[in-house]
């Protein structure tokens, strides 16, 4: 039965040519680190699991920080470093969760057919008539964007839970995969304005130093959880994406018909 579940919610696997997404995400150097040891993180923006660093800026972060044995800590990080997190791990084992919200940032589509591509490739079905109803014009397309980004590291086993940070949009590891007994099936549980993601898309990359990175998309059940086999050896980024109509659409001219609010989860699987 589980297995009948897991085939039906999962069903296609994406090249990664066919992406038309702006990810946003926190990659560590290491994921598995000892207790005491430096850890080092990026920011890192593109698409296929690839991307360029973003250096800390405090003018572009409203939230940074990272929670550990139940307490929740700001990140002191300075202007412009890259790695954005250079920190010493905690003295003791566990699950070391880290969490960063951007600001929010606008962005104008270059024209119809990218905005045509990103809503089909991220599942927004009615977005292109709901824009073309509203009257809104094709040429000049605009939207709002925050990302909301959290990593799962291990200090020492790992040994502990993801938890929910209270991000308007967020994915929580419903499995921990450095835990001894990971049966390698991953469950994350998705969530926007506190209540459950159901029937959405989440999209799962995955990639190792050997292998070019993969995308694969499932749909989350009645309680806003997706399961999904992951592998020993490969690191994961776990996406998932709300859009919906800007708030302050009709203040001006260049005001965002749109808003989007991103979400990520990254962690790896041991081998």
């Known amino acids: 039965m589980f297995l009948s579940r897991l085939f ?43 991307g360029t660093s973003i250096a800390y800026f405090p003018n572009r972060t409203e939230r940074y920080d990272f929670t550990y044995d139940g307490k929740t800590l700001p990140i002191r990080a300075r202007m412009g470093d890259s790695p954005a997190l250079q920190m010493r791990a905690p003295g003791s084992d566990g699950l070391m969760i880290v ?22 490739h991220k599942d927004f079905t009615s977005a292109l008539q709901d824009h073309l109803d509203a009257g809104y014009p094709k040429d000049k397309v605009r939207e709002r964007y925050s990302r909301f980004s959290k ?67 499932y749909r989350t059940d009645a309680d806003g959880n997706a399961t999904f086999p992951v592998k020993p050896g490969m690191t994961y980024l776990i996406d998932s994406v709300v859009l919906r109509p800007a708030p302050d659409v009709a203040e001006t001219e260049k005001s965002p018909q749109w808003e989007t609010l991103w979400a990520s989860l990254t962690f790896m699987v041991p081998e």
């Open 151 to 217: 990593a799962l590291i291990a200090v020492g086993d790992g040994a502990g839970a993801d938890q929910d940070l209270g991000l308007e949009i967020e994915i929580v590891a419903m499995t921990n995969p450095y835990a001894a007994d990971f049966d390698n099936q991953m469950q994350v549980a998705v969530s926007y304005q506190d209540a459950p993601r159901v029937d959405e898309q989440i999209e799962v990359y995955e990639k190792s130093p050997d292998t070019e990175p993969t995308v694969t998309q």
């Open 99 to 120: 969490a960063h919200e951007a600001s929010p940032t606008m962005l104008t589509y270059k024209d119809w057919e990218t905005f045509v591509g990103f809503t089909e």
């Open 8 to 50: 039906l919610a999962a069903a296609l696997v994406i090249p990664p040519s066919a992406t038309l997404a702006h990810e946003f995400w926190i990659e560590a150097e290491n994921y598995q680190v000892q207790p005491g040891e430096e850890i080092a993180a990026y920011l890192r923006n593109g698409e296929k699991f690839e």
